[in-house]
């Protein structure tokens, strides 16, 4: 299992922490979405063998965010 950390902006209520936890944790092989709000900060637990973080990346920004790092 590996984590990431993704520094992500446009992120500011409850609808967008819900908006991004559900979409990522859709994706197969994610195991665990956290967002802290206040940071920015989006933590994914994930199987690399079956998801990429380039794929996280991309869901996030399907729900109209952008990933700074």
């Known amino acids: ?3 990431v950390t993704l520094k992500v902006e446009g992120m500011s209520c409850a609808h ?3 908006a991004v936890e559900k ?3 859709a994706l197969e092989g994610v195991s665990d979405v956290k967002v802290n709000l206040d940071q920015g900060l ?4 994930f199987d690399d063998s079956i998801v990429s973080v380039e794929k996280i990346k991309e869901t996030i920004d399907d729900q109209g965010y952008d990933v700074v790092s």
């Open 16 to 18: 967008c922490v819900s």
């Open 1 to 3: 299992m590996k984590e």
């Open 42 to 45: 989006v933590e994914v637990k």
């Open 23 to 25: 979409s990522i944790g």
